[in-house]
């Protein structure tokens, strides 16, 4: 999209603006900034209208071409300044003025006046608009100076009979400035005037005039969309929609207690594009508006009749009713809940608050007997509603008034209508309805955490809840847990296949779990601004609807396409709690309301969208090739092999939530998965043929059509082309057979020499071989004998092992342990490399671990690796832009007195086992030595009994296995500790040790392994 502004023009792709600006000694910017007028002339080429005259932007060159008029021309300046343009025919377009109308001629690149006998046509008369109709009508829209006032007129012109008929009424005491004509599809013709619109039958020349609202005048701008409304600017009032078939104005207007309403009331330019976005110039930006959104109904509070409608905005739990209809069961947050009547829109209230007292405040979930029973779970209460015929009323029975009995949700057992199982904080309940009895189960299979939702399949029943999915099985009456951890809280399960569930969790996103092979996937997620906190899961067609605090997540689960409904699409609120689905209707539980949509509605398109590649820049050279098409094949230099794509989608209601999907043959033979961002790169490609197809979608997810398909063919040098290395072939045999035929008298003759220098040399290898080894034997003592404190350690913790494999016979790694007054002091090191270079590190790492306790009494751990990077950095002499040696470590210290634990790290975390769970301790993302002015942060751990710590660096996560060549992982190492951390200490090394030699298999040790282990 092209944007003509006083200063020059810009060009928009969805995501930037290119500006384009004159510069006076540049011939090849645009010749004059102050814009008037843009119209697509070809596929390669923009025509623009300034007040000094036209110019021709192409798209290929990326430069400007000014236009030259005759300068011998009367009024040659007013003829130059232009004011319109207009398609006429072929290759011509018409071109209005300040001193009257021309013609321009793409193909000659001649502009010329327009006669009207022995005279220019309209000169003389400044033109403000243009319009063809579709008889070939010109209309245009003038006006000129007499005396000390201004004549307006609008002219129709038959340029083949050259001749003119003219338009002069005046309405309602206004001034007939035509800024703007059009025609709707009846064959009316329309122009903006100072104050409103005049219409003409162009059969009888009949006008009727629309007086603008509110009193506008002064009218600047008028586009005709292409559903028959007619947008107008006024002057400092705002902007109107008129409505041709209603003859009915609509304002828009600035209100500054509305954010989204116009930017300002002073307007020039009105644009309404193919997908229903009114783009606006004002006196302080570019501003769009769009009508695309759900057609969304939201239901408040009404403060003027509190008794009968919600007692709070805060929705949160909705359930339609399937029995009685126009009737929902709303849970409002903190104040019960309402039962809402979808035809009266009234609500009755049930809560401490409300004509019916209740003293639930909390509800969380409601369930519908098929006999009109509702049960209600709250925090405190379980309930139950009947409704009385007589009466039309709901009785309420409660059965819980304890908070130890939290309720979060229930559901029918569905081998025994006359049992419902209700999920509580670390319990599960089967309520008897007739008998009205109770059987507790007191965390089943050792789940202590609230139970969150529940799915059934079959006689088999899964309940959600912290970091595991808990299995029933009704017949059986068995339960089998599986775990997923970091997880969280895992708020919903929701079935897609036989097999196959997929949960909605707090940290991971949304998992698949197969309920046959018991493993989970994760599908969507690791975007901490987004799974801040999943309410639920609902399935709806091909997609799993999310809840969460930042929108609805619409995920297809059979294309993996993704997709957010957020508040820039009419949600009153992003803060999503609930959400039931009938008839293919949501009612959604909000902060902000209730809300009522359908899922399936689509906003109005004209056009499937489309895609662009808008050019490809060089990396690897400094090029860029624009005005792609689309079947273009484009020839590249062998240096020209790394490159960027850019690319975008012509839609730009919500351009943030386009997405993109490619492929590159034959690099990438399917399509990739969707992505937002809008640009690709590939870098130092190999010569030969490549296809790239782009496709895009929308924020609707609506795909364009077709792909946007281009062919790179990169051609090799001279060098690497065929016929020069069948050359080189030929040419490199000769050589070859020739210097065989020399070389081999040479063997002979220096073989008798050469066996005897072998001989000789190998005993002299043999000798500082033997020499050095001894040297590196001595050196693995002595560093063996600088390893500080691994009797302190047994002493202090009996529970407690060191396993230590350097790669080579000395270290980068290495361990110092201290006991400094009541505190144990345990450190674990990794160096830069390993062999000397690390075991020379780990010494000087040694001695500044020594003088940092002992001598400067540092002991707490983040002062220490503070104080070690500092001594680190100044002792080598370090440069922070030149950095080679450093060292990775992590520190835990050990309170002897109150048994609280400190921990610091320098990129290597801590790990913490408790009750079959582990804890990553995250270390901070520097090492010790990158500069001199780090500062590591203390952790601090209040004391629990029976937890084992575990230092190490990361030799064992970075070990490579002999079956696929892939690393051991951070994942496969915490699964080693959750395997061996309940083990006698002095079989966990063992273990561990067993555990990496058959991960190794045949592949050597990659790196040097420390790792520190003990229970406190």
């Excluded at 707090?506 to 690791?526: A, D, M, S």
């Excluded at 040098?717 to 081999?744: D, E, M, Q």
């Excluded at 030699?997 to 406190?1016: A, H, L, P, Y």
Aim: aromatic share 14%; charged share 20%.
């Amino acid at each position: 999209m092209w944007v003509g502004t006083l200063s020059g023009i810009n060009k928009y792709d969805g995501y930037s603006f290119e500006k384009f600006m004159h510069h006076p000694n540049d011939s090849n910017s645009i010749h004059n900034p102050q814009i008037k007028d843009i119209i697509q002339i070809n596929e390669d080429e923009l025509l623009i209208g300034t007040i000094k005259g036209l110019s021709i932007y192409n798209y290929n060159t990326n430069k400007f071409r000014k236009i030259k008029i005759d300068s011998t021309l009367s009024n040659y300046n007013l003829k130059n300044f232009i004011k319109a343009i207009v398609p006429y025919k072929n290759s011509e377009y018409i071109i209005g003025t300040k001193d009257g109308l021309m013609y321009y001629d793409a193909k000659s690149k001649k502009l010329s006046p327009i006669k009207y006998g022995s005279r220019n046509l309209l000169s003389n008369w400044q033109i403000n608009s243009l319009f063809i109709d579709r008889r070939g009508n010109l209309w245009a829209g003038a006006q000129q100076k007499k005396g000390e006032s201004i004549l307006q007129k609008l002219f129709k012109c038959n340029l083949n009979r050259l001749s003119v008929l003219e338009y002069s009424q005046r309405f309602d005491g206004g001034s007939n400035q035509f800024y703007g004509i059009s025609e709707d599809y009846l064959g009316n013709i329309w122009a903006s005037t100072d104050s409103g619109l005049i219409s003409i039958n162009p059969l009888n020349n009949k006008q009727t005039f629309y007086k603008a609202p509110n009193n506008f005048y002064s009218n600047i701008a008028h586009f005709h969309t292409k559903d028959n409304i007619i947008l107008q600017s006024f002057w400092s009032f705002g902007v109107t929609a008129f409505d041709i078939d209603k003859k009915e104005f609509k304002v828009i207007a600035h209100d500054p207690e509305n954010p989204k309403s116009l930017l300002s009331n002073k307007n020039w330019a009105l644009f309404k594009d193919e997908n229903d976005i009114i783009w606006i110039g004002s006196d302080v930006g570019l501003q769009k508006i769009t009508n695309r959104k759900p057609n969304v109904e939201v239901i408040k509070r009404n403060y003027t009749s509190p008794n009968k409608t919600f007692l709070s905005n805060i929705v949160s739990n909705v359930n339609v009713s399937r029995l009685k209809s126009n009737t929902i069961f709303v849970g409002i947050d903190g104040e019960g809940f309402s039962i809402y009547n979808k035809a009266s829109k009234e609500s009755e209230n049930f809560g401490p608050n409300a004509t019916t007292k209740n003293n639930e405040r909390f509800v969380n979930h409601f369930l519908e007997l098929e006999n009109g029973d509702v049960f209600v779970s709250g925090q405190t209460h379980f309930q139950k509603l009947v409704y009385n015929s007589a009466t039309g009323k709901y009785n309420i029975k409660t059965f819980f008034k304890r908070q130890e009995n939290y309720v979060t949700h229930s559901l029918l057992n569905p081998l025994n209508k006359n049992e419902v199982i209700i999920l509580g904080n670390g319990q599960l309940i089967f309520f008897n309805i007739e008998k009205e009895t109770f059987e507790f189960i007191k965390e089943p299979n050792g789940i202590k955490t609230l139970f969150e939702s529940s799915i059934t399949k079959g006689e088999e029943i899964y309940f959600t809840t912290a970091n595991n999915l808990l299995k029933y099985n009704l017949l059986t009456k068995t339960f089998e847990t599986f775990s997923i951890p970091n997880s969280g809280r895992i708020s919903s399960a929701t079935a897609t296949k036989e097999n196959e569930l997929i949960l909605t969790s707090q940290y991971l996103g949304l998992i698949k779990f197969n309920t046959l092979t018991k493993k989970f996937e994760t599908l969507y997620g690791l975007n901490n601004n987004f799974f801040t906190e999943t309410k639920f899961g609902v399935r709806y067609k091909s997609c799993i609807w999310v809840g969460t605090n930042n929108g609805l997540l619409k995920y297809n689960f059979q294309t993996g396409e993704h997709s957010q409904i957020t508040a820039n699409d009419g949600l009153p609120s992003e803060i999503i709690n609930s959400i039931d689905i009938v008839d293919g209707y949501f009612y959604i539980g909000t902060q902000e309301g209730l809300v009522i949509f359908n899922p399936d509605y689509q906003g109005s398109h004209f056009n499937l969208p489309k895609v662009d590649v808008t050019n490809i820049e060089g990396l690897s050279s400094n090029f860029e090739i624009r005005n792609i098409k689309n079947g273009q094949e484009i020839e590249l230099k062998q240096n020209q092999n790394s490159f960027r794509i850019n690319f975008t989608l012509l839609d730009f209601n919500l351009p943030e939530k386009n997405s993109y999907k490619f492929r590159f043959t034959p690099l990438l033979e399917d399509w990739a998965s969707p992505i937002g961002e809008h640009f690709v790169i590939y870098n130092a490609l190999d010569a030969g043929t490549y296809k790239f197809e782009l496709m895009g979608a929308n924020a609707d997810q609506s795909w364009c059509a077709e792909p946007f398909v281009i062919t790179i063919k990169i051609v090799p040098p001279f060098y690497k082309a065929r016929w020069f290395f069948y050359l080189v072939i030929i040419l490199g045999a000769l050589f070859i057979l020739i210097f065989t035929i020399i070389r081999s008298r040479a063997i002979k003759r220096n073989t008798i020499k050469l066996e005897k220098i072998i001989k000789d040399r190998t005993q002299e290898i043999e000798g500082q071989r033997a020499t050095l080894m001894d040297s590196i034997n001595y050196a693995q003592r002595l560093q063996r004998a600088i390893f500080v404190g691994q009797e302190i350690l047994k002493d202090v913790l009996k529970e407690s092992f060191i396993y230590y494999r350097p790669k080579d016979k000395i270290s980068g790694d290495f361990f110092w342990i201290g006991k400094h007054k009541d505190m144990l002091i345990v450190f674990s090191g990794d160096c830069t490399g390993h062999g000397v270079p690390g075991a020379l590190l780990s010494i000087v790492g040694t001695s500044l671990l020594n003088k940092i306790i002992y001598e400067e009494n540092v002991f707490m751990p983040g002062e220490i690796l503070t104080r070690l990077n500092y001594l680190f950095f100044h002792q080598l002499q370090l440069k922070e832009d030149n950095l080679r040696d450093g060292m990775d470590g992590s520190v835990l210290v050990v309170n002897l007195v109150n048994n609280n634990v400190f921990f610091a790290g320098a990129k290597n975390d801590a790990y913490v086992l408790q009750n079959n769970t582990i804890t990553t301790i995250k270390a901070d993302r520097f090492s010790i030595g990158e500069n001199d002015t780090n500062d590591f942060k203390t952790i601090k751990l209040d004391y629990e009994p029976n937890r084992y710590f575990y230092l190490t660096s990361d030799g064992i996560k970075d070990q490579f296995g002999s079956n696929d060549n892939k690393r051991f992982t951070v994942k496969r190492f915490r699964d080693l500790l959750l395997s061996v951390y309940q083990m006698p200490f002095n079989e966990q090394p063992k273990e561990i040790s067993k555990t990496i030699k058959t991960w190794r298999g045949s592949v050597e040790q990659t790196d040097d392994i420390i790792m520190i282990g003990f229970k406190f």
